[in-house]
């Protein structure tokens, strides 16, 4: 049961991602007509603006934050979303950080694949399982790309945006699992309590990413 969130019904707690998101992410609110802005470099983690806080997270928390009501909303990559296996409102498509969730081999491997190396043990599982693969999955931390090129593993699932990463390590895509983009997550307590900001924030980036 997610908790009522029991702050201000008039301010927004947004959750963002530090790393490749954040910029993008407070851009498109900023031209929904949030009043925020970069925020200066420092340690500080949360960020205070006119009505509006931004918490500085790791991606793999955003939905964490937003599923128990520490945060009312949230933005965050669909790979994320679905690793987290959290149930949150996830109204908008952002579209931008599009990528996607591939099986990887090297180029010209072949045979069954016993290991899989991966950030995403979930959506890995739920791959293999339809397929009838019984492979073992090893779960792991970045630089993907080096298990099947060590012998750790022999395939992966890893993003793919351009493709330069798995060119630069004599790796080939076998297939997609899914497309991932960033996308707006709602707080479902927060949605009812808050509808007056977070509605017209809905709308308006519904409109701005033409959905
Ligand atoms: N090469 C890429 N091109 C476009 N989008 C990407 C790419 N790589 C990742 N993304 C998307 O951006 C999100 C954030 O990526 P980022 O690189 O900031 O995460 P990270 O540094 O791997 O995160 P963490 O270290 O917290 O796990 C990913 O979850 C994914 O949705
Ligand atoms: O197809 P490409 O355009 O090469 O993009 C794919 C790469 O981008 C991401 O890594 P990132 O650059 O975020 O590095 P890290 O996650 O290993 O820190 C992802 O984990 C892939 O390795």
């Known amino acids: ?3 009522a969130p029991t702050r201000d019904p ?4 947004i959750a963002l991602p530090k790393g490749r998101i954040m910029q993008d992410a407070i851009a498109l609110l900023a031209q929904a007509g949030l009043p925020l802005t ?24 955003v939905p964490v ?7 009312d909303a949230g933005i965050v990559g669909k790979d994320v979303l679905v690793e987290s296996g959290r149930a949150v409102y996830e109204p908008v498509d952002l579209r931008f950080a599009a990528c996607h969730l591939s099986l990887i081999r090297e180029k010209g491997a072949s045979g069954p694949i016993h290991r899989v190396g991966t950030k ?24 993907i790309e080096l ?17 330069s990463t798995l060119k630069a390590n004599h790796l080939e895509e076998l297939d997609i699992l899914y497309h991932s983009s960033a996308r707006l997550i709602v707080n479902r307590a927060a949605l009812k309590l808050r509808r007056h900001r977070l509605r017209p924030l809905i709308e308006k980036l519904r409109e701005l990413t033409g959905e």
């Open 38 to 61: 970069t925020p200066e470099a420092s340690r500080a983690l949360r960020h205070e603006y006119p009505g509006v806080t931004l918490l500085e997270l790791r991606n793999q928390d």
């Open 147 to 163: 298990a099947p090129l060590t012998g750790l593993a022999d395939a992966i699932v890893d993003l793919v945006q351009t493709g």
């Open 65 to 71: 934050y937003v599923d128990l009501g520490a945060a």
């Open 120 to 143: 995403y043990p979930r959506s890995t599982r739920a791959y293999l399982n339809a397929r009838g693969i019984p492979a073992e999955i090893i779960k792991l931390s970045g630089s």
């Open 10 to 13: 008039d301010h927004l707690t």
């Open 1 to 3: 049961m997610t908790p």
